[in-house]
């Protein structure tokens, strides 16, 4: 397995499990636990969960891509990705349990980052070549 498949899938892995885990705090845990009773930031990690596992498993789809490809784009791709991910759902799980932020705007430019790496998941596949016969 290539080297960037392998990391893709592990932090497909990581994400996905991360997911799992919040939505799994969000149904579980009442209101009055998460941000000393802000259930405004509660609400978050309902967002937050399904984003990770979507990304997840985008993640792991680049992984399997990965192995039959040999592509930079989509390499980069898949890290903008997860880091995108991780601050957008990173800034709304920590709003949620210590209603705190990483930093100011950490979602919003998680956001973005996430849309930059679909767009260059998009770019790679415009980019891409034929694989040697």
Same mark, same amino acid.
Do not use: K, Y
């Given at each position: ?13 990581? @994400? ?30 309902? /967002? ?10 985008? @993640? ?47 979602? /919003? ?25």
């Amino acid at each position: 397995m290539p080297p960037i498949a392998r990391l893709h899938l592990l932090l497909a892995g990581l @994400l996905g499990a991360t997911g799992v885990a919040l939505a799994a705090a969000a149904s579980h845990l009442a209101a009055r636990t998460l941000a000393g009773g802000d259930a405004a930031a509660g609400a978050g990690l309902g /967002p937050a969960s399904l984003l990770l596992v979507a990304h997840g498993a985008g @993640l792991a789809a680049l992984a399997a891509l990965g192995m039959a490809v040999r592509s930079r784009m989509i390499g980069l791709a898949g890290i903008v990705l997860a880091a995108g991910s991780l601050l957008f759902a990173g800034d709304l799980a920590l709003r949620a349990f210590q209603g705190a932020r990483l930093f100011a705007n950490a979602a /919003p430019i998680g956001g973005s980052t996430m849309i930059a790496g679909w767009l260059l998941v998009a770019l790679g596949a415009l980019l891409a070549r034929r694989p040697a016969a």
